[in-house]
Nanobody, 120 residues
Framework: QVQLVESGGGLVQAGGSLRLSCAAS????????MGWYRQAPGKQRELVAS???????NYADSVKGRFTISRDDAKNTVYLQMDSLKPEDTAVYYC??????????????WGQGTQVTVSS
């Protein structure tokens, strides 16, 4: 009933930038919090950034000042602008959204993941 589709990953040199997008579609009544997680090989999935419906944001210490999360509620889309990328940012990035559907069910939904690779 609900899908999250990510785009924008790829290969970039250290110091470069990438912008990830994640569009939610389906029987959506309201989207509450949205966020981005990442998982590097051999590591646990970790929260990168989140944004609630009022616009308040939260960032992992490792990305503060370099990454910016934003959302466009008219498009049901969340973005992650990543600047000054470092090799340690290499990971699969997943978007997530807390969604209330038109059937009045509420769940956390996840995208399929997009690979970000930062070369040194």
């Amino acid at each position: 009933q609900v899908q999250l589709v990510e785009s924008g990953g790829g290969l970039v040199q250290a110091g470069g930038s990438l912008r990830l997008s994640c569009a939610a579609s389906g029987r959506i009544f309201r989207i509450n919090a949205m966020g981005w997680y990442r998982q590097a090989p051999g590591k646990q999935r970790e929260l990168v950034a989140s944004i609630i419906s009022g616009g308040t944001t939260n960032y992992a210490d490792s990305v503060k000042g370099r990454f910016t999360i934003s959302r466009d509620d008219a498009k049901n889309t969340v973005y992650l602008q990543m600047d000054s990328l470092k090799p340690e940012d290499t990971a699969v990035y997943y978007c997530t959204a807390d969604i209330l559907t038109r059937l009045m069910t509420r769940n956390d939904y996840w995208g399929q993941g997009t690979q970000v690779t930062v070369s040194s």
